[in-house]
């Protein structure tokens, strides 16, 4: 049994399209169980992102950024999802996005909200736009 660098490491997903997934894919390529939240119905953007793939929404282009990865698909604006990803983020040990400034907030998924249940967190944002300036909007 090959031991990879990251055996053990347990990372909330919560990246979409190209920069969050082809981070995460990495880690999840050194080992880390990589867990991604995707939407209801909709998943990661990325799976539409060929139209009419013969594949559907496991497409090249999503396989390509989210193998070794798993999925749970949640609507977190349900208390029941809710309370399963912060079950999932007690245990983990880095936690990924790549929203727009203030999304994570708003869903009650911030650094301040979760350093309260987990201190030993990594938080780790990706952004095209940056977290801060005129166009930290853009994209949504």
């Known amino acids: 049994m090959t031991i990879l660098p990251l055996d053990g ?67 977190l604006k349900q208390p029941e999802a809710r309370e399963t990803v912060l079950t999932l983020l007690e245990t983990a040990d880095v936690v990924v996005n790549n929203f727009r400034p203030g999304v994570m907030e708003r869903m009650g998924f911030g650094f301040e909200d979760l350093k309260k249940i987990n201190r030993k967190l990594i938080y780790a944002v990706g952004t095209g736009f940056g977290l801060t300036g005129p166009y930290q909007h853009k994209g949504g």
Do not use: H
């Open 9 to 75: 490491i347990r990372v909330i997903d919560f990246t979409q399209v190209m920069l969050g997934p082809s981070c995460t894919q990495v880690l999840a390529d050194y080992g880390a169980e990589v867990i991604k939240i995707e939407k209801v119905r909709i998943g990661d953007l990325s799976r539409w992102s060929l139209g009419s793939d013969p594949d559907g929404l496991n497409n090249p282009v999503f396989c390509s950024l989210n193998r070794n990865k798993k999925s749970l698909a949640l609507d």
